[in-house]
T-cell receptor, first 114, second 114 residues
Framework: AQSVSQHNHHVILSEAASLELGCNYS??????LFWYVQYPGQHLQLLLK??????LVKGIKGFEAEFIKSKFSFNLRKPSVQWSDTAEYFC????????????FGKGTKLSVKP | DTAVSQTPKYLVTQMGNDKSIKCEQN?????MYWYKQDSKKFLKIMFS???????INETVPNRFSPKSPDKAHLNLHINSLELGDSAVYFC?????????????FGSGTRLTVV
């Protein structure tokens, strides 16, 4: 069965610090990988996604993620965070098969201190 | 125009009541989903419909019954509400059973059972 692990439950950073949020998945076949962000009290929004090709994908708001197949990882990065990046971040995976639903990690809460 | 709209946004009700949450998408997507986000922010798939046909039905109490009158609508009816049903329920849609472009989420319905 597919699963997603986000090891950091809560990350606290100061503005301008660099960010890396870990995401590991378990699935042996071809995967599609996603990062979603949920700002306080809001719905989930897609940050970026990976399907194939360049393993370094760039998303909105200066975020990027790198797919490392050998490590089953898809970590999210941002060189310099802002207070407005305070949110919950979810990694998600969709593997092969006909059902097509996304499996989400448990989320990482990011708090950025001004 | 809101792409995926859910109503109501907030719902407070007593145990034992029956309630419905409505979801509509104007994106022309053919697959819709219901996710439950618990108090720890964990997102779990409940149901998925493709062109009005149920394709995913996770281990959810049969007090929960989805209804899709057409591919733009997926409603969730809950009978005999229990305290443990308190959560945020998100509706989402995608272009096909293979959501290569990720999901578009609604703004959520915060259900509180008292």
């Amino acid at each position: 069965a597919q699963s997603v692990s986000q090891h950091n439950h809560h990350v606290i950073l100061s503005e301008a610090a660099s960010l890396e949020l870990g995401c590991n998945y378990s699935y042996g076949g071809t995967v599609n990988l996603f990062w979603y962000v949920q700002y306080p009290g809001q719905h989930l929004q897609l940050l970026l996604k990976y399907f194939s090709g360049d393993p370094l994908v760039k998303g909105i708001k200066g975020f990027e993620a790198e797919f490392i197949k050998s490590k089953f990882s898809f970590n999210l990065r941002k060189p310099s965070v802002q207070w407005s990046d305070t949110a919950e971040y979810f990694c998600a995976v969709r593997g092969g098969g006909s059902q097509g639903n996304l499996i989400f990690g448990k989320g990482t809460k990011l708090s950025v201190k001004p | 125009d809101t792409a995926v709209s859910q109503t109501p946004k907030y719902l407070v009700t007593q145990m034992g009541n029956d309630k419905s949450i409505k979801c509509e998408q104007n994106l022309g997507h053919d697959t819709m989903y219901w996710y439950k986000q618990d108090s720890k922010k964990f997102l779990k798939i409940m149901f998925s419909y493709n062109n009005k046909e149920l394709i995913i039905n996770e281990t959810v109490p049969n007090r929960f019954s989805p209804k899709s009158p057409d591919k733009a609508h997926l409603n969730l009816h809950i009978n005999s509400l229990e305290l443990g049903d308190s959560a945020v329920y998100f509706c989402a849609s995608s272009q096909s059973k293979v959501p290569s472009y990720g999901y578009t989420f609604g703004s959520g319905t915060r259900l509180t059972v008292v």
